[in-house]
T-cell receptor
Framework: QKEVEQDPGPLSVPEGAIVSLNCTYS??????FMWYRQYSRKGPELLMY????GNKEDGRFTAQVDKSSKYISLFIRDSQPSDSATYLC???????????FGKGTKLSVKP | EAGVTQFPSHSVIEKGQTVTLRCDPI?????LYWYRRVMGKEIKFLLH????????ESGMPNNRFLAERTGGTYSTLKVQPAELEDSGVYFC??????????????FGNGTRLTVT
């Protein structure tokens, strides 16, 4: 079983839709959870960084962590064509530890 | 603030040749990481420097890979001799050494390595 599972998609939505992206994980030792956005031929760009359980909101983006279910989510409100990218979840055990990534979900927002 | 920069952006070499990848982290970031994405797979950890010391090199695939960070600034990753399965995108990331909460990793745009 992989440590982090993420549906690779692709996911296609119309502009303005609410997008829900998810990852599940198996290791209860993970405490730090991140979402990265990656455009083609670019490096991953940090979107959200959360520690432990709960919600975090930043503009149109909301990250949720449910440690009891080992499940994290990223919601994008009022999606825009510029949100079209691959979204990667990542997590780590300790504050300085290495990241474990999901495979990434490719999102396309159609105008 | 300049981001993490990697050079070259793309390298095509023949099997058996040597390639050296370079990473310049964000100024002041003591943590430096190397990751790799092989086609169709997840991004995977290779190793972690704190300043010039290797903190964790558990992800290095074999002894054909050598990473250095002399002086604790930029880092190089050398593959010698390269094999076909080494093809992929090599990412470098850096972060500050902070307290309990930690700080997020900032990634470069990667070096796309093709071994033919």
């Amino acid at each position: 079983q992989k440590e982090v599972e993420q549906d690779p998609g692709p996911l296609s939505v119309p502009e303005g839709a609410i997008v829900s992206l998810n990852c599940t994980y198996s290791n209860s030792a993970f405490q730090y959870f991140m979402w990265y956005r990656q455009y083609s031929r670019k490096g991953p760009e940090l979107l959200m960084y959360t520690y432990s359980s709960g919600n975090k909101e930043d503009g149109r983006f909301t990250a949720q962590v449910d440690k009891s279910s080992k499940y994290i989510s990223l919601f994008i409100r009022d999606s825009q064509p510029s949100d079209s990218a691959t979204y990667l979840c990542a997590m780590k055990r300790g504050s300085q530890g290495n990241l474990i990534f999901g495979k990434g979900t490719k999102l396309s927002v159609k105008p | 603030e300049a981001g993490v920069t990697q050079f070259p952006s793309h390298s095509v070499i023949e099997k058996g040749q040597t390639v050296t990848l370079r990473c310049d982290p964000i100024s002041g970031h003591d943590n430096l990481y190397w990751y790799r994405r092989v086609m169709g797979k997840e991004i995977k950890f290779l190793l972690h420097f704190v300043k010039e010391s290797k903190q964790d090199e558990s992800g290095m695939p074999n002894n054909r890979f050598l990473a250095e960070r002399t002086g604790g600034t930029y880092s190089t990753l050398k593959v010698q001799p390269a094999e076909l399965e080494d093809s992929g995108v090599y990412f470098c990331a850096s972060s500050q050494v902070t307290g309990r909460i930690g700080s997020p990793l900032h990634f470069g745009n990667g070096t796309r390595l093709t071994v033919t």
